[in-house]
């Protein structure tokens, strides 16, 4: 190639790169104008008044009414939202509410310094505060918790103890709490561990809510002295039915036996919520309860008692959970009792001859709607993969349940495995029906307004299909399946 032709070629060359230089510069000033206006934008979350983010960052915080809960919780809430922004954090910062809620932890892998913990507090202002305090079971930090709640006790208002019954008369809980509303106790026996009556918050007039943790010894509930009248929750174990009589002003109850009563006869006027965990038959055989609306006895299939305890007391009961079982019950009879007022039912667990039972092909369900009338809410949850259920007796259930004026409203089923709806059966509303598939069916249902869940915890297999998805919205129905 000839020297001409190539100082031509590198002329071209020349010429391309000094067009791609004004390109790339055209580039780069492009680039620091966009980066200039983005740089002046106020990013929308930052546009919201100071307050507003504040209640946002409310809902950061676990909802410490419900005690019992919060292994997780770890204070990570305030100090994450600090560090996202200046503005965040002077937001934090200005909020006493977000540091109201304390969890003071000590064990070998995890200790609070003492500075931290009133820093902390501080912040707080003169809000109401919200502790856990969790001990390794050394008692080594006893004096700072106890120096904690002597400072702070008139701003307590609910207080959570993970420690020794040997370390509880050191903490001064007979002191003053006006604004108690709620108190939990967890407690393990230690060798060391001082044999006296534990006299615990007897200056809260606010005190409504109590959890003693079934891990404490018997002689720890014996020997504890509460202001048991003005209780209205508790949750713990029942070492004597006539702790009932102690509280009077009862009106929800979660607890567990340890062994059995005897025939210890209590009638409680007042209790409206009761949730067995372990002993139902001790329970059920023993109290009376006449103003009993929601009983869950779900843990168990201890059930011989159920009948006389209904007719004994006479519930207005409005929402029955239990197991799924023929174990010493007819459910017939039992659901019979209460079927003026009840409303909501859950059953776990229920085996392939309690559901043939629910869903027959001919005989009459102990939920049809002339035994349970006002029946609208019935969930199945969990149901086991052996066991097996009638599908045309459950889609002739449910229409049978969609009438206008005692509608089911919502019906779950739950399986551990995917179900299979593409059979065909012959059912329909009132004396008319037709062949379909099971699948066709519950779309139908469900665009008459009644919700169902059909299928596993992640996926529902009752689907409304789209041509009844127009009945639906001309008859005010739902449009669309959870």
Request: hydrophobic content about 40%; some cysteine.
């Given at each position: 190639?000839?020297?001409t032709?190539?100082?031509?070629h590198?002329a ?10 004004n390109?790339?510069e055209?580039?780069?000033e492009v ?8 740089n002046?934008?106020?990013y929308?979350?930052?546009t ?12 950061c915080?676990?909802?410490?009414a419900n005690l019992?809960?919060w ?12 560090r996202v ?11 006493p ?5 304390l969890?003071i932890?000590?064990?070998h ?8 913990i009133?820093r902390?507090l ?5 809000c ?6 969790r001990?390794?079971?050394?008692g080594?930090?006893?004096p700072?918790l ?10 307590i ?5 993970y ?16 604004l ?9 026996h230690?060798t ?7 006299v615990?918050?007897n200056?809260?007039p ?33 070492h004597?039915l006539?702790l009932?009589d ?9 607890c ?5 009563l ?7 006027t ?13 329970i ?10 929601h009983?869950?006895?779900?843990s168990t299939?201890d059930y011989?008692e159920?009948?006389?305890f209904?007719i ?11 197991r799924?079982?023929?174990?010493y019950?007819d459910w ?31 005989d009459?369900?102990p939920?049809?709607?002339?035994t ?13 993969r052996d066991?097996?259920l ?7 259930f ?10 089911l409203?919502?019906?779950r ?25 099971i699948s ?9 307004g009644?919700?169902i ?5 992640e ?13 639906a919205?001309?008859r005010?129905?739902?449009t669309g399946?959870?």
């Amino acid at each position: 190639m000839s020297t001409t032709v190539l100082r031509k070629h590198l002329a071209e060359l020349d010429a391309q790169i000094a067009e791609q230089k004004n390109i790339l510069e055209e580039l780069e000033e492009v680039r620091t104008a966009v980066e200039r206006e983005l740089n002046a934008t106020i990013y929308p979350i930052l546009t919201l008044p100071p307050e507003i983010t504040a209640e946002i960052f409310l809902h950061c915080l676990p909802p410490f009414a419900n005690l019992g809960w919060w292994y997780e919780y770890d204070n990570a809430a305030p100090i994450f939202l600090g560090r996202v922004c200046r503005a965040w954090r002077d937001i934090a910062l200005a909020t006493p509410v977000l540091w109201s809620t304390l969890t003071i932890t000590f064990t070998h892998k995890r200790r609070l310094s003492s500075d931290f913990i009133f820093r902390w507090l501080a912040r707080a202002g003169k809000c109401p505060l919200s502790i856990v305090f969790r001990d390794d079971g050394e008692g080594s930090e006893i004096p700072l918790l106890t120096k904690v709640i002597q400072r702070y006790s008139l701003q307590i208002r609910y207080l959570e103890l993970y420690t020794t019954k040997g370390q509880l008369p050191k903490l001064g809980l007979d002191m003053g709490f006006p604004l108690l509303e709620g108190a939990s106790l967890h407690s393990e026996h230690e060798t060391h561990d001082v044999d006296v009556d534990l006299v615990l918050f007897n200056n809260a007039p606010r005190l409504t809510e109590f959890h003693l943790d079934a891990v404490v010894p018997d002689d720890i509930a014996r020997r504890l002295t509460l202001p048991w009248s003005q209780l209205t929750r508790y949750h713990g174990t029942i070492h004597e039915l006539c702790l009932f009589d102690k509280l009077p002003n009862l009106i929800e109850a979660t607890c567990s036996i340890e062994y059995r009563l005897g025939s210890t006869a209590v009638i409680h006027t007042r209790l409206a919520s009761l949730t067995v965990s372990d002993g139902v038959g001790d329970i059920l055989a023993n109290l009376t309860l006449p103003a009993l609306q929601h009983l869950d006895i779900s843990s168990t299939d201890d059930y011989e008692e159920l009948e006389s305890f209904l007719i004994r007391s006479s519930p207005p009961l409005v929402s029955l959970s239990a197991r799924g079982t023929h174990t010493y019950c007819d459910w017939a009879r039992c659901l019979a009792l209460v079927a003026k007022t009840l409303s909501t039912v859950s059953f776990k667990s229920p085996s392939t001859d309690f559901l043939a039972t629910i869903f027959p092909d001919q005989d009459s369900s102990p939920l049809s709607r002339s035994t349970v009338p006002n029946l609208r809410v019935l969930t199945l949850d969990p149901v086991a993969r052996d066991c097996r259920l009638n599908y045309q007796g459950l889609v002739r259930f449910l229409y049978s349940r969609s009438s206008r004026f005692d509608r089911l409203r919502s019906f779950r089923l739950v399986w551990d495995y995917s179900p299979f709806l593409d059979d065909d059966c012959w059912a329909g509303p009132g004396d008319t029906g037709k062949w379909d598939k099971i699948s066709n069916h519950l779309s139908e249902l469900m665009s008459t307004g009644l919700d169902i869940y059909l299928g596993i915890e992640e996926k529902n297999y009752a689907v409304l299909h789209e041509s009844d998805s127009w009945r639906a919205v001309e008859r005010g129905g739902t449009t669309g399946s959870r």
